[in-house]
């Protein structure tokens, strides 16, 4: 009997525990809830609507700047009339004419003579007389056996004759000169002169001169 009692002791003990340590339920008041403000649904639409705006035009591309070239109008130049000179240049023809040698051992020709014929030369006048002559013939001229002297004609030369001061060869040239004097009387006087070697005359060249 004691231990039944003992039973409902230790049973009626846990049971007072347990019900101390079980929560105590509190009753509460319902709370209301908040009133609704009409404006501040627009407020929000406002700024959803903002915030939407900035994101689109943040997303948009970046637009890039057209560049317009403005053609410069090109300057037209003003046509300056150009003025041609023409100038005639002389024609001097060649002292040597065209060669054409000669089937004999010894031939020559004329290409320039000073002075020319019929020039006035003064009275008592000491003057040259110069001939450029050509070796058209076969043979060379050898200065140890060719000379020239005076011919024929008015003696209106110093000496009668000089030595060749160089050989000619086929197609060469030289000048030879004489010492003239013009008489003392006026008037027309011709001269001749000529080349010569051991075989005899060749080359004949004459002057003639007007003394005043």
Known sequence: MLKRNYRMTA???IMALLLACAPVAV???PVAPPAFDP???NTIIAQTAGAAATQTFVLQPTPTPTVTITRTPTEV???TPTFLFLVATPTVPSLTPTLEISSSPFACRLASQDPVNNSVIAKDADFSATWR???IGVNAWDANSVDYHYFEGDKI???TGYDL???VPTGGQIDIIASMKAPRQAGTYT???SLRTGQGDFCKLTLTIEVR
């Open 27 to 29: 009753a509460t008041q």
């Open 11 to 13: 049973i009626l003990v």
């Open 133 to 135: 002559i050509i070796n």
């Open 191 to 193: 001269t001749t002169w």
């Open 157 to 159: 030369h110093k000496r």
């Open 39 to 41: 404006s501040s649904l």
């Open 165 to 167: 001061q160089d050989s």
């Open 77 to 79: 130049p003003t046509s």
